[in-house]
């Protein structure tokens, strides 16, 4: 009888110019990194709106990640800096909800950076497995 391993749902919001670039170089590097993790490219960190993240976390997510530029290398000049301001204000009201902080999660990751990229997916993956299911906004119907 074989029992399922638990392995957690992770949504990774990735900007164009970096953060996918650099999932992109692990990837041709073929540096291991959880399948488990659901890549959205978008075309700047900062926008990502706070919405998406709550409603990830409705859908089944357990645990989101923000990969954007470094700050000062953002390809829009500044949008990092708004993506840093909005995401500490999105954690201090999930902190509210009950929802644990470790579950979300802002890094820079630049285009050159694979092994970065693929070290943080793997470092984040086995801290929310470590946390369990995720289900304090988990809307059933979304269920399998």
């Not at 291991?32 to 659901?38: G, R």
């Not at 390809?75 to 995401?87: I, K, Q």
């Not at 943080?120 to 929310?128: C, G, I, L, Q, R």
């Not at 946390?131 to 119907?141: F, S, T, V, W, Y």
Request: aromatic residues 10%.
């Amino acid at each position: 009888m074989q029992v399922n391993e638990y392995k957690p749902l992770i949504v990774a919001f990735c900007c164009n110019w970096c953060s996918y670039a650099g999932a992109d170089l692990a990837g041709n590097n073929r540096l291991n990194y959880p399948a488990d993790v659901k890549i959205i490219r978008v075309p700047c960190s900062c926008r990502v709106n706070p919405m998406f993240i709550l409603r990830a976390f409705q859908r089944g997510a357990d645990g989101v990640i923000i990969c954007g530029c470094h700050p000062g290398d953002c390809h829009y000049t500044s949008g990092n800096y708004y993506t840093r301001r909005r995401m500490a204000l999105l954690f201090s009201m999930l902190d509210y909800l009950g929802i644990e902080k470790e579950r979300t999660r802002v890094e820079w990751v630049s285009a050159a950076e694979g092994a970065k990229f693929a070290q943080t997916m793997n470092d984040f993956a086995s801290k929310v497995a470590s946390l369990g299911e995720n289900k304090r906004l988990e809307d059933l119907r979304c269920k399998k």
